[in-house]
């Protein structure tokens, strides 16, 4: 079992350029600069309430739109997340938030399986918060997905306001990933009947 559990990862498109250094046991510090302020606000709530050390420098055509920044950052960050995961031995693999945020209720569930699923279903009524698309939300979340493979849940059980539905969302992603990530005390087995994931 490798006890690295960080990674960097560089990703240049003709759309993006993108640095971004991950370590899943941090301190929750962090340095995000996306040119999508709503989108630097979230990952720096994934970065506290999991934990993790998250350090982000990313230029897009934002210009055009948001769009290839955000999907790209999800890429790279599930880049990251595979590879500081590394053969995924010793940690608990499965992960469950119920995030709060006033009128809202998010859960958020993970398997960290090598098998790539995403289900979302937190539907959101306006199409903006500020100038964010709300639904590069989702597209973020595929990309994660995808790019680390994982199975992740996300499911709004209730809530109204945009901002605090896809804040519950980031909140809950961190705080799901940090208990599925985490390592099991005197284990180092990997957590399958097959021996491996």
């Known amino acids: 079992m490798s006890n690295k559990r960080n990674a960097e990862v560089t990703r ?3 759309e993006t350029d993108i640095s971004l250094r991950f370590a899943l046991d941090g301190k929750g510090e962090h340095s995000i600069e996306s040119d999508v302020p709503f989108l630097d606000h979230m990952l720096t709530l994934f970065s ?4 993790f050390d998250l350090h982000l420098a990313a230029k897009g055509d ?3 739109d948001d769009h ?3 999907e790209d950052i999800g890429i790279c960050l599930g880049q990251a997340l595979a590879d500081a995961l590394g053969d995924k031995s010793g ?3 499965y992960g469950c938030c119920y995030m709060p945020m006033d009128e809202t209720l998010v859960r958020v569930v993970i398997d960290l399986s090598n098998r790539v699923f995403l289900h979302y279903d937190a539907p959101v009524v306006d199409e903006k918060v ?3 698309d709300t639904q590069l939300a989702k597209e973020f979340m595929r990309a994660l997905a995808q790019h680390s493979g994982i199975t992740l849940h996300i499911d709004l059980l209730h809530g109204e306001n945009c901002h605090h539905i896809i804040e519950a969302i980031f909140k809950g992603l961190g ?3 940090r208990e599925a990530a985490s390592l099991q005390e005197g284990e180092n ?3 399958s009947s097959k021996g491996i994931l």
Do not use: P
């Not at 506290?48 to 934990?51: E, N, P, S």
């Open 62 to 64: 934002t210009d055009v």
């Open 189 to 191: 087995r990997i957590l």
């Open 130 to 132: 500020g100038t964010f």
């Open 12 to 14: 240049t498109t003709n």
């Open 91 to 93: 940690i608990k693999r």
């Open 68 to 70: 290839h920044t955000v």
């Open 48 to 51: 506290v309430h999991g934990y």
């Open 175 to 177: 705080r799901a990933l």
